[in-house]
């Protein structure tokens, strides 16, 4: 069929041909028998009237044209159209409004909707479909007012073009609306609109609705198990996520690589590995190729996961590598702070011809200020406009950090007054956050001030501007900001640590007792800290910002939430094997030295995952270097 399509439309637009022409009586009636004879022009012929112009004959040329998506093409067989009896057709149009739209040039498919005299159903329906079909979710839903003013009741196909559009509008109550309209036309129960109901709510984020509707299908398939998995994943529940895959299989439905792909993600934002390689290994099993589009989520999940050495084999093993391949594992050495492997890496991508884009800049910028590579990282922001890729104000963040980090802070503070747009918060909190590092406060407390005025909410830069007074001894000054953050109701996110242990996951916060082996716990620490302190370890009372004695600082730095997570790995897993440890914020200074320490008494690989990085510790050192 595709073969006999495109061959009707060479010999529709095969104009003026140097060939001997050839009359109507020597072709055969059917549009596919005029297809089929060589050298014919069907466009001489319509115009020489020796072939008449019948619906029939313009569908099928559209439809071909259809399958080709040339636009020119279309302009074409809608030109002679327009100057043929057949101009008016409304079953003729509604071809024409499906082949624009299928060639993405809805404004022409809604010129040909609004010149419609007699419009039906059909009409309505595929402009609708349209629109949903080319991201354009608001000129959607906007027609349906008009539809129900026309006295058009919506069918299945309209309310599910809808409902797909409505996706993409989410908080506007729109597909709350359509879902009420529907009840009231009795489609909410067919199937396809059922799926589409179920995947706008999964869009919009509101998972209860979501599970009601999918509940509430008589017969579910496998695209519905797969919209409510990519839902929970979306939503970053990794657990639920996981749960509703194990479903998915006790109910004998066979997971498609969208499946696996919505799974890896969710594993990625909990960085449960042992998870990950059970639903991997799942996959091998079920027969799915490696596909880019699975290997991308697989490589981020495993690299999410402080496996490094598992996502590059992934990235190895993969045939064909798309842009966000490379891209993801230059992520992947930015977030492990391995800068010299990250600059390799964009090299290659360099000599491979890969297209730079603005997420391979950012990469390459972030691991170069993890990795305290400054003349590297210039280099890397000048050259963006070699590649005419525009820095975006995330670069510019980055590229702040990489000052602020190396200890640049008036270097920082020019940039920042140099920038060719207005700094946002984020560019100033970047120097703050340097400012917190090096223990600057005055050019903290001016950095500081711009957050206030640009984002008075973020309860972040309170906290910070607070660590600079208190890493300083400025007590006085700490108390005002402390004052200040009472009075604007600002409170500290509580920090928490977490670690997987057969596939079960702990979590722990600063002196935490509530977990059932807190008692054991302890114990274990008061053991770990006298081993270490015999190494050589000394507590870094710098950490405690608080007012007290050197004894009660001290007392302070041994219960945080992931030194509390380190002794409970150590007695639950086996001598040797790696740990693998997630924080909500950044890793303590004091822990990550008590972690060189352990790692190399231990003789432990652990793994930390904080908001900003991972750190590899292995024989008494970090991957990071100490910069971070």
């Given at each position: 069929m ?8 060479n010999?529709?637009?095969?104009r ?15 549009p596919?028998a ?6 014919l022009?069907?466009?001489?012929l ?8 019948t ?5 099928s040329l ?6 080709t ?6 302009k ?24 624009y ?7 022409d ?12 159903m059909v ?9 949903a079909?080319n991201?354009m979710?608001v ?9 129900l003013?026309a ?5 299945g ?15 506007r ?10 009840v ?9 609109v ?24 008589d ?9 409510l ?10 657990e639920?996520?996981?749960m509703?895959?194990?479903e ?10 969208f ?6 993600s ?10 990950g390689k059970w639903?991997?290994a799942?996959?091998i099993?079920?027969?799915?190729k490696l ?11 495993y690299?999410?996961?402080g496996?490094m050495?598992?996502?590059r084999?992934?990235?190895d093993r ?9 891209n993801?594992?230059?992520t ?6 391995i800068g ?6 964009f ?12 997420i391979s800049f ?8 993890h ?35 190396a ?9 920042v007054?140099?920038m060719p747009m207005?700094?946002?918060?984020a560019?100033?909190g ?9 223990k ?8 500081a ?9 973020d ?10 007074y ?6 006085d ?13 600002v409170?500290?996110?509580p920090?928490?640590?977490w670690v ?13 007792d509530?977990?059932?082996s807190?008692g054991?716990i ?13 190494a050589g370890?000394?507590?870094?009372t710098d ?13 302070k ?5 992931e030194?509390i997570?380190?002794a409970?790995?150590?007695?639950n897993t ?15 200074g ?13 003789e432990?690989?652990?793994?930390v ?7 590899h ?12």
């Open positions: 595709r073969k006999h399509h495109k061959l009707l439309l010999h529709f637009l095969r003026r041909a140097t060939r001997p022409y050839t009359s109507a009586a020597h072709l055969a009636t059917t596919a005029a297809a089929a004879a060589s050298g022009d069907a466009l001489d319509l115009d020489a009237g020796e072939l008449a112009p619906p029939r004959l313009y569908h559209i439809t071909a044209c259809a399958q998506r040339s636009l020119d093409d279309a074409t067989i809608h030109a002679h159209l327009a100057g043929s009896r057949l101009a008016g057709d409304a079953f003729l149009c509604n071809s024409l409004i499906h082949l739209c299928k060639c993405g040039a809805v404004s498919a809604r010129r040909v909707f609004d010149e419609m005299l007699n419009r039906d009409s309505w329906t595929s402009l609708i479909a349209g629109y079909q991201d979710s000129e959607a839903v906007g027609l349906l007012p008009g539809m003013r006295r058009f009741k919506p069918n196909f309209t309310f599910a073009s809808l409902l797909k559009a409505a996706g993409a509008c989410a908080g109550g729109i597909g709350e609306q359509i879902h009420a309209l529907s009231k036309c009795n489609w909410d129960e067919d199937v396809y059922g799926s589409a109901l179920l995947d706008m709510y999964a869009r919009c984020g509101q998972m209860d609705m979501a599970i009601a509707v999918f509940d509430r299908l017969s579910k398939n496998g695209v519905s198990w797969n919209v998995i990519a839902g929970f994943a979306r939503k970053g529940d990794g639920t996520t996981l509703t895959f194990a998915m299989q006790r109910n004998g439905f066979e997971a498609t690589h499946t696996y792909s919505s799974v890896f969710a594993i990625a934002g909990i960085g449960v590995l042992e998870q639903v991997h799942h996959m099993k079920s027969g799915q596909t880019a589009f699975v290997g991308n989520t697989m490589l981020d999940m690299a999410k996961s496996s050495v598992d996502a084999k992934v990235f993969m045939d064909k590598k798309d842009l966000v391949t490379w993801t594992m230059l992947a050495f930015a977030q492990y702070g010299k492997e990250a600059v390799a890496h090299e290659e991508m360099r000599k491979c011809g890969i297209p730079l884009n603005q950012l990469s390459i910028l972030t691991a170069c200020s990795g305290g590579l400054v003349k590297e990282g210039k280099h890397y922001f000048d050259m963006m406009k070699d590649y005419n890729v525009e820095p975006e104000i995330d670069h510019y963040v980055t590229f702040v950090d990489l000052l602020g980090r200890g640049l802070l008036k270097g920082a503070l020019i940039f007054f140099k207005q700094p946002t918060a560019v100033w970047a120097l703050l956050g340097a400012c917190r590092m090096h600057n406060a005055k050019i903290g407390q001016f950095a001030d711009h957050v206030f005025e640009l984002d008075p909410d309860t972040g830069p309170p906290v910070l501007l607070y660590n600079i208190a890493s300083t001894g400025q007590w000054a700490a108390a005002r900001v402390r004052k200040m953050m009472k009075a604007t109701g409170k500290k996110e920090a928490c640590s997987e242990i057969e596939n079960s996951v702990h979590m722990f916060v600063a002196n935490d509530t977990h059932p807190a054991e302890y114990r274990m620490w008061d053991k770990i800290n006298i081993k270490i302190r015999k370890y000394v507590p870094n950490y405690v910002l608080l007012h007290v004695d050197e004894q009660e600082r001290e007392v730095l041994q219960y945080h939430s030194k997570a380190l409970f790995a150590l007695i086996p001598a040797g094997a790696m740990i693998r440890i997630m924080k909500n914020i950044r890793i303590c004091d822990c990550h030295s008590a972690f060189k320490y352990v790692s190399n008494v231990f432990r690989e652990i793994v995952r904080d908001t900003n990085r991972f750190h510790f292995s024989n008494g050192s970090c991957s990071c270097g100490d910069y971070w």
